[in-house]
T-cell receptor, first 117, second 112 residues
């Protein structure tokens, strides 16, 4: 399997521009997660989906952030308008339950490094 | 929510040394994983280990679920082991919204 695939790997944009990050989860995985990592706040969960349905978006910072999962093999995280404080590495991850009632073994993509000037 | 504490926060070793990283958690779990974030930022899944012991080369992990801790052992450390090691746990069960909670990580530096 190719693993979790994210694009773009690097994005540099100016404040106020729209940013769209993309993710293709591992085939067959039921869960998809979006995380953000910064030096100040560490690894934060933004939102996650189960079978394409958003389950918990309480980590989404504000209305400028939105995420969609139109089908089992694709998700987007959009920031509009972007601000310098959004600069971070955004990770997508996917998993499938392993036996018991849990979200299963998590696998990360390589991340999208966003810089907002 | 569940609390995850990792220790030590920082660790510096000479190449060839052994080390033990610890993860304590505040509630029963049915999902526990160890991840390595290398200096290039990649987050790599090391072990899925809600209980018991597993080994993969120079790395091994043990989770004692009843006592709410897990240990990650690194033997004969190499410079490529440098990076941050994260422990993540999940209560699981039928609780809606269950998902992994990450510790703050252990920053490991292995010097040649």
């Amino acid at each position: 399997d190719a693993g979790v695939i994210q694009s773009p790997r690097h994005e540099v944009t100016e404040m106020g521009q729209e940013v769209t990050l993309r993710c293709k989860p591992i085939s067959g995985h039921d869960y998809l997660f979006w995380y953000r990592q910064t030096m100040m706040r560490g690894l934060e969960l933004l939102i996650y989906f189960n079978n394409n349905v958003p389950i918990d978006d309480s980590g989404m910072p504000e209305d400028r952030f939105s995420a969609k999962m139109p089908n089992a093999s694709f998700s987007t995280l959009k920031i509009q308008p972007s601000e310098p404080r959004d600069s971070a590495v955004y990770f997508c991850a996917s998993s499938s339950p392993s036996g018991g009632w849990n979200t299963g073994e998590l696998f990360f993509g390589e991340g999208s490094r966003l810089t907002v000037l | 929510g569940i609390q995850v504490e990792q220790s030590p926060p920082d660790l510096i070793l000479q190449e060839g040394a052994n080390s033990t990283l610890r993860c304590n958690f505040s509630d029963s779990v049915n999902n526990l994983q160890w991840f390595h974030q290398n200096p290039w930022g990649q987050l790599i899944n090391l072990f899925y280990i809600p209980s018991g012991t597993k080994q993969n080369g120079r790395l091994s992990a043990t989770t004692v679920a009843t006592e709410r801790y897990s240990l990650l052992y690194i033997s004969s450390s190499q410079t490529t082991d440098s990076g941050v090691y994260f422990c993540a746990v999940e209560r699981g069960g039928e609780t809606s919204g269950s998902r992994l909670t990450f510790g703050e990580g252990t920053q490991l530096t292995v010097n040649p």
